[in-house]
């Protein structure tokens, strides 16, 4: 008696099982089933004259087999074939060729087919456990959940969904001035879904611009609506940001509906993402148009495309520079990443001054500066000798991230240049 209630534990376990993870009841019969049929097939070599009956609402089973009455001497699959004298103790009726139906009691089959049967559960129910948390996610990807924080560890977080599975944040898509305590609640989007070996990782992001997207989403009600769509998204995470929105309707300003009044909408945005700053602009398919209102706040005074090579020459008043440039360069690496065009930077040079033309680009200079030291002045925005003598010493140093040697000797070198060429006085 002990063994068959051990055996209809069995089924117990796999209830609680269900009621903890949802698995249907078709799901969970084929799985008991399967489970069965694996173990008698060890045993026997094969299970195909065996029925087996699960019934997971009242928590029981049956397992039937049927074998063909054959004469005594004729015995040679006890599995397959009962003797005559052996099924007339069932019924004395039953005759050579016809079939018997008789129930095996599991437990019979002694304790190592029943620790077998509970492995072989086990490993079913873990696979399918896989199966189901892979099939949940995959669906979700993209999209933004909240999560308990369980665990902190130097390279990622570990985070608990309702249902107990668990979520990976990796460092990498953590926003740099992130922090969390144990317990917390945060909130990320579903980046992607590993499943090497049938070992599904759910991949959550914060930096992801995806999860910028669904905030957008959830707090701008155009958006969600499809009255204003999201064309383009540039994100140095936990730095700056900047979306680029179009309205399919005339009546709504989309800027206006995604800053909202007083920038009631996009605070709450900012702060779920540490203070980042974001800037929102109209998306245009006019590439110059687009490439100006990218470099906001810096107003632009003309553009040269080269569009077979995606590169943009933006040239400036001197006053704009900096702005377009931005601190640490940020505002023309965003504009960059959000037209997905090279944008160099020139300062418009008065055709009027007399000492115009006498300018020197900094190319020139290659064999008195290092050419390392040329390109990271170039590249914030800065391509001639003039340019540089007329920035701040600080800007150099700041923006190009350069030593204060290294850009003092840049400016003795150019200004030595100028100063050779002006003309001997005479005596």
């Known amino acids: 008696m002990a063994k068959k209630e051990e055996t209809i534990s069995l089924v117990d376990t796999f209830s609680e099982f269900k009621e903890l993870k949802n698995i249907d009841r078709t799901t969970m019969v084929s799985v008991l089933e399967e489970s069965f049929r694996s173990v008698i097939a060890k045993m026997f070599g094969s299970d195909e004259n065996y029925d087996v009956i699960v019934n997971p609402d009242k928590g029981d089973f049956e397992i039937w087999r049927n074998r063909?009455?054959?004469?005594?001497?004729?015995?040679?699959?006890?599995?397959?074939?009962?003797?005559?004298?052996?099924?007339?103790?069932?019924?004395?009726?039953?005759?050579?060729?016809?079939?018997?139906?008789?129930?095996?009691?599991?437990a019979k089959f002694g304790r190592r087919a029943i620790l077998n049967l509970r492995q072989t559960l086990a490993s079913k129910i873990l696979e399918l456990e896989k199966d189901s948390l892979y099939n949940k996610y995959i669906d979700k990807v993209g999209s933004i959940i909240n999560a308990e924080v369980y665990q902190i560890w130097k390279k990622e977080m570990l985070l608990l969904d309702d249902e107990g599975n668990e979520l990976l944040l990796p460092k990498t898509e953590q926003i740099p001035t992130d922090f969390y305590r144990k317990g917390e609640t945060a909130r990320a989007v579903v980046a992607r879904?590993?499943?090497?070996?049938?070992?599904?990782?759910?991949?959550?992001?914060?930096?992801?611009?995806?999860?910028?997207?669904?905030?957008?989403?959830?707090?701008?009600?155009?958006?969600?609506?499809?009255?204003?769509?999201i064309k383009r998204i540039a994100r140095i995470p936990g730095e700056r940001a900047k979306i680029a929105v179009e309205s399919y309707d005339d009546r709504v300003d989309p800027v206006g509906a995604c800053v909202g009044v007083k920038g009631s909408r996009i605070h709450g945005i900012v702060r779920e993402l540490r203070n980042e700053n974001i800037d929102v602009i109209n998306y245009t398919a006019n590439t110059s148009l687009f490439i100006q209102r990218a470099l906001s706040p810096a107003r632009v005074s003309s553009i040269r495309l080269n569009e077979e090579e995606k590169k943009a020459e933006v040239f400036l008043k001197p006053e704009e520079v900096s702005l377009a440039i931005g601190k640490g360069g940020l505002n023309i690496k965003l504009a960059s990443m959000l037209t997905e065009y090279t944008i160099d930077v020139f300062r418009e040079l008065d055709a009027n001054a007399p000492e115009a033309d006498e300018d020197i680009y900094l190319d020139e200079f290659k064999d008195e500066i290092d050419e390392w030291v040329i390109d990271a002045i170039k590249a914030i925005g800065f391509d001639t000798a003039k340019s540089v003598l007329n920035a701040p010493r600080e800007m150099l140093i700041e923006k190009a991230d350069l030593e204060e040697g290294t850009v003092d000797e840049v400016i003795e070198v150019l200004k030595r240049e100028f100063d050779e060429e002006k003309p001997m006085p005479q005596e």
């Open 193 to 229: 879904v590993d499943n090497k070996n049938n070992n599904p990782k759910i991949i959550l992001s914060r930096t992801s611009p995806v999860f910028l997207q669904r905030l957008f989403e959830m707090e701008v009600p155009e958006i969600n609506d499809g009255l204003i769509t």
């Open 68 to 106: 063909e009455v054959v004469a005594d001497e004729d015995l040679t699959n006890p599995n397959m074939q009962i003797p005559l004298s052996e099924a007339q103790k069932i019924d004395a009726s039953y005759e050579v060729g016809e079939e018997v139906t008789d129930e095996v009691i599991f």
